[in-house]
């Protein structure tokens, strides 16, 4: 069975693997950074890192990327001219709340859809369609009903497991570490990043909210069933371009309705704010957040060189606990 490599939260997996292709939401890391690229300065690490893993990548049957930002949009350019295996670009709307904008979304799933019979899937029907949603809704609630059980890191790891594939291994319940309830929240972590949530527990905290978009945030909200069984294409874009809150969107007030409600019921006291080097529409909302969330928030921002960046972090994030302590 061919694979098929994303990274954006908006590319539904249930299409792919509805095509009987097998939907793969790739974690770069910062060694794959593609180093080949013209110059570093300027683009966002994480997606010089998923060049290099697209580049690098010789069994993937195809890649498909979004316009969600302009920097992923020159990757899209860059992988089709250098790359090895074919490439999509989904047109995803950064408006979303206009009946037009939802049917471009479907229309653009529906072009997917002829790519990937082109790469040699199958046009699935709405049962076949609303089968898949069910299996990957159902690992999803499954993490979810885990969180309480699981450290920080390792519901990371249970969400980006279910990336690769909608059957996860058991999930074992592990003794806590107590600490002051932190939020994080930013765009993507790469697989190396997930060292901060060891390192916010050994000074002391405890990440409670993943509000990153590898985290809960970017995760597919739960599927109405009746109109899943009447309609599922509509009801996957429903879920996936109608409800997974972003920076990208406009407007993007759902983000910050979101954040207050999950802030408040994880009893979170401070905001840790991760952001890449030249990403604009990250660095855009801090301003944003601070003046929308009555919490302490901590910027920390990586031009994705955690070997040389860890002391200085490490550092902060101590520094901020004590204030919260
Ligand atoms: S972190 Fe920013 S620049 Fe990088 S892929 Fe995400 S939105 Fe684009």
Redesign the pocket.
């Known amino acids: 069975m061919k694979t098929i490599i994303y990274t954006c939260p908006y590319i539904p997996a249930e299409w792919i693997a509805a095509h009987g292709l097998h939907a793969s939401r790739i974690v770069p890391d910062h060694v794959d950074a593609d180093l080949s690229l013209a110059r570093a300065e300027g683009v966002?690490p994480?997606?010089r890192s998923f060049i290099g893993q697209v580049m690098a990548d010789k069994e993937a049957g195809g890649a498909v990327l979004t316009t969600?930002?302009d920097?992923?949009r020159r990757a899209f350019d860059i992988i089709v001219r250098n790359g090895a295996i074919p490439a999509f670009l989904m047109n995803v709307p950064n408006t979303w709340q206009t009946p037009a904008a939802q049917a471009l979304y479907i229309d653009e799933l529906k072009r997917l859809g002829r790519f990937l019979v082109q790469l040699g899937g199958t046009s699935p029907s709405d049962e076949a369609l609303a089968e898949v949603m069910l299996e990957y809704d159902d690992a999803r609630t499954s993490i979810r009903s885990a969180r309480e059980y699981l450290s920080a890191r390792r519901f990371a790891d249970a969400i980006a497991q279910n990336r690769v594939c909608n059957k996860l291994h058991t999930l074992h319940a592990e003794p806590l570490v107590e600490g002051v309830p932190l939020a994080l929240a930013g765009?993507?972590l790469m697989r190396s990043d997930y060292e901060l949530f060891d390192m916010v527990e050994q000074l002391g905290g405890r990440i409670v909210l993943d509000a990153t978009?590898t985290g809960d945030r970017g995760m597919c909200p739960e599927f109405d069933r009746a109109r899943l069984r009447k309609d599922p294409l509509r009801e996957l874009a429903r879920a996936y371009f109608g409800s997974i809150p972003d920076a990208?969107r406009r407007p993007n007030s759902d983000l910050y309705e979101w954040l207050e409600r999950e802030l408040i019921g994880r009893a979170v006291r401070g905001i840790i704010f991760r952001r890449?080097l030249?990403?604009d529409?990250?660095h855009a909302e801090l301003g944003r957040l601070k003046d929308r969330i009555e919490l302490p928030v901590l910027d920390i921002d990586s031009a994705g060189e955690n070997h040389l960046e860890r002391p200085r972090i490490s550092n902060r994030i101590r520094a901020f606990l004590e204030m919260l302590q």
Do not use: D
């Open positions: 966002c994480y997606v969600v930002c920097q992923m765009g993507p978009e990208s890449y030249w990403c529409l990250w």
